[in-house]
T-cell receptor
Framework: NAGVTQTPKFRVLKTGQSMTLLCAQDMNHEYMYWYRQDPGMGLRLIHYSVGEGTTAKGEVPDGYNVSRLKKQNFLLGLESAAPSQTSVYFC??????????????FGPGTRLLVL | GQQLNQSPQSMFIQEGEDVSMNCTSSSIFNTWLWYKQEPGEGPVLLIALYKAGELTSNGRLTAQFGITRKDSFLNISASIPSDVGIYFCAGQSANAGKSTFGDGTTLTVKP
């Protein structure tokens, strides 16, 4: 049981390049989330998914797209990377949403540098 | 959008001292969460609070869900060097379990 895994761990991009970050969870969780964390700040929600085939915008969705084609995977795409997207990206999953007493599990993060 | 104010921003304490940090919000949350993040890792949940007024302990950690549902505090008693890290509060809404995070409290413990 690997929990939440993220690929890649680190990436350097040039402005304008595209890339996809992969998040995978093996806990059969319904809900998945993508956050970004900038230096000295907390995590901010980019997009989230409440189930396979569904996605929704979070607090800071501009410049990102997501897909949840399989329940266990949640992909975050950058179509045209900008230096402002330099950040650490965290994926998280949760069994269900709402106020149920369940833990949100985080992956180890992907460090992205856009030059 | 919703914002959390977490304080203090950083703390430098001596081993054995007690620590207190808190979060306030302009919005009501259904759940308050406290996480710890170590360098190069994702946040790990320490304590979850589900009812206004609730006081919950996890070892040397104690957290409370404010009566107004707009604030929470975390206390760490008898700090040890491995307590070093960044502590985040998060308010969680009933809408898809989305969490709003504070900016963190960086804790340094001197042996």
């Amino acid at each position: 049981n690997a929990g939440v895994t993220q690929t890649p761990k680190f990436r350097v991009l040039k402005t304008g390049q595209s890339m996809t970050l992969l998040c995978a969870q093996d806990m059969n969780h319904e809900y998945m989330y993508w956050y970004r964390q900038d230096p000295g700040m907390g995590l901010r929600l980019i997009h989230y998914s409440v189930g396979e085939g569904t996605t929704a915008k979070g607090e800071v969705p501009d410049g990102y797209n997501v897909s949840r084609l399989k329940k266990q995977n949640f992909l975050l795409g950058l179509e045209s990377a900008a230096p402002s997207q330099t950040s650490v990206y965290f994926c998280a999953s949760r069994k269900t949403g709402g106020t149920y007493q369940e833990t949100q599990y985080f992956g180890p993060g992907t460090r992205l540098l856009v030059l | 959008g919703q914002q959390l104010n977490q304080s203090p921003q950083s703390m430098f304490i001596q081993e054995g001292e007690d620590v207190s940090m808190n979060c306030t919000s302009s919005s009501i949350f259904n759940t308050w969460l406290w996480y710890k993040q170590e360098p190069g890792e994702g946040p790990v949940l320490l304590i979850a609070l589900y009812k206004a007024g609730e006081l919950t302990s996890n070892g040397r950690l104690t957290a409370q869900f404010g009566i107004t549902r707009k604030d929470s505090f975390l206390n760490i008693s008898a700090s040890i060097p491995s307590d070093v890290g960044i502590y985040f509060c998060a308010g969680q809404s009933a809408n898809a379990g989305k969490s709003t995070f504070g900016d963190g409290t960086t804790l340094t413990v001197k042996p």
